[in-house]
């Protein structure tokens, strides 16, 4: 234990944005602040030396924090807060165990991830990564009728998997651009769903109805490795399919057969496993497969509010007060 007057030790796992430094600079008298200073994920060996003794840890989803970390810091921690919304890289069983709170930031990173859902919605399905290519490369000769022709959201069912904040933000943007249908699936019907006419359905049916699918659930036992082979082969072979949410919700083998075997028109992931993905990747070789770099939450006022958020958590599970965004498990 801490002795009066003495400062409680915290752990930051890697550069994060000045927002949330200057919160943690400005708690004069409540802790002293040691960090992996690198734009990099931090090694292994120096987390687990890192997190010795600390009384609070500030990590990212790059973090896997499970036991033996816990073992490593030691009786004084007291409070983890993770700069991201999602938690499955916390192993939360071990954590409540020991009796630790846990910070996140929902909510804040709602509206930048669904407008990038949008945007890789639009990309992969009207054909712009193919396009820029034909432009630098020479392909673009004349007009053709047929030529880089997709698909558009007017007239189409779009089918919503998870229909939380984040699947909630990306319906409301994707509804205006004239969708017939909005179908989404989850653990329970929704009463918000309302606001943009979703129908809750079965999961087959929506996977059979889509013209557009949007996977936006958490990462947990029931999700993983859900869509999956017979997913796919219920899909109509000119939908495309959508995922910002976990990559392990993905069975990425059966993604790739999916893909180049016709039986989906093509596929846009903001999120893989591993990540990154090895250049090598067979999902690399196919054009009608986008893949961005789990950049969901990347606008600069996002990412300063989710680093001052993250500091806010930290300083009130060290004080024990309130936490603003606490994860209750």
């Given at each position: 234990?801490?002795?009066?007057?003495?400062?409680?030790?915290?752990?930051i796992?890697?550069?994060?944005?000045?927002?949330?430094?200057?919160?943690?600079?400005g708690?004069?008298?409540?802790?002293?602040?040691?960090?992996?200073?690198?734009?990099?994920?931090?090694?292994?060996?120096?987390?687990?030396?890192?997190?010795?003794?600390?009384?609070?840890?500030v990590?990212?989803?790059?973090?896997?924090?499970?036991?033996?970390?816990?073992?490593?810091?030691?009786?004084?921690l007291?409070?983890?807060s993770?700069?991201?919304?999602?938690?499955?890289?916390?192993?939360?069983?071990?954590?409540?165990k020991?009796?630790?709170?846990?910070?996140?930031?929902?909510?804040?990173?709602?509206?930048?991830?669904?407008?990038?859902?949008?945007?890789?919605?639009?990309?992969?399905?009207?054909?712009?990564?193919?396009?820029?290519?034909?432009?630098?490369?020479?392909?673009?000769?004349?007009?053709?009728?047929?030529?880089?022709?997709?698909?558009?959201?007017?007239?189409?069912?779009?089918?919503?998997?998870?229909?939380?904040?984040?699947?909630?933000?990306?319906?409301?943007r994707?509804?205006?651009?004239?969708?017939?249908?909005?179908?989404?699936?989850?653990?329970?019907?929704?009463?918000?769903?309302?606001?943009?006419?979703g129908?809750?359905?079965?999961?087959?049916?929506?996977?059979?109805?889509?013209?557009?699918?949007?996977?936006?659930?958490?990462?947990?036992?029931e999700?993983?490795?859900?869509?999956?082979?017979?997913?796919?082969?219920?899909?109509?072979?000119?939908?495309?399919?959508?995922?910002?949410?976990?990559?392990?919700?993905?069975?990425?083998?059966?993604?790739?057969e999916?893909?180049?075997?016709?039986?989906?028109?093509?596929?846009?992931?903001?999120?893989?496993?591993?990540?990154?993905?090895?250049?090598?990747?067979?999902l690399?070789?196919?054009?009608?497969?986008?893949?961005?770099?789990?950049?969901?939450?990347a606008t600069?006022?996002?990412?300063?509010?989710?680093?001052?958020?993250?500091?806010?958590?930290?300083?009130?599970?060290?004080?024990g007060?309130?936490?603003?965004?606490?994860?209750?498990?």
């Open positions: 234990m801490k002795a009066m007057g003495e400062l409680m030790k915290v752990f796992t890697r550069r994060i944005p000045q927002e949330g430094m200057k919160i943690l600079s708690a004069t008298g409540v802790c002293e602040v040691s960090q992996w200073d690198s734009d990099e994920p931090v090694p292994r060996t120096e987390l687990l030396r890192g997190v010795q003794g600390a009384h609070g840890l990590c990212l989803l790059s973090d896997k924090i499970d036991a033996e970390v816990l073992d490593a810091a030691g009786p004084n007291k409070v983890i993770t700069m991201s919304v999602g938690f499955d890289h916390l192993a939360l069983d071990e954590i409540k020991r009796g630790i709170r846990v910070g996140y930031t929902p909510d804040v990173l709602t509206d930048a991830t669904a407008e990038l859902t949008v945007a890789l919605l639009l990309a992969t399905a009207r054909r712009l990564p193919e396009g820029v290519e034909e432009v630098k490369n020479g392909g673009w000769s004349s007009w053709k009728p047929l030529w880089l022709c997709g698909y558009g959201l007017s007239g189409s069912t779009v089918g919503v998997i998870g229909l939380g904040r984040i699947g909630m933000a990306i319906a409301q994707l509804v205006p651009f004239g969708v017939k249908r909005l179908l989404y699936t989850g653990r329970a019907a929704k009463a918000h769903a309302a606001e943009v006419n129908e809750f359905v079965p999961l087959d049916q929506l996977v059979s109805e889509s013209d557009f699918i949007v996977v936006s659930c958490s990462l947990t036992p999700t993983q490795g859900l869509c999956d082979k017979a997913f796919f082969s219920k899909m109509k072979k000119t939908a495309v399919f959508i995922n910002s949410s976990r990559g392990a919700v993905v069975n990425q083998e059966d993604l790739y999916a893909l180049s075997g016709g039986q989906i028109a093509a596929a846009g992931l903001d999120v893989t496993t591993p990540e990154p993905l090895p250049t090598n990747h067979p690399l070789t196919l054009k009608n497969c986008v893949v961005l770099p789990h950049i969901g939450s600069y006022s996002t990412r300063g509010v989710m680093s001052a958020l993250t500091a806010q958590n930290l300083l009130g599970g060290l004080q007060s309130d936490m603003p965004s606490e994860l209750s498990f």
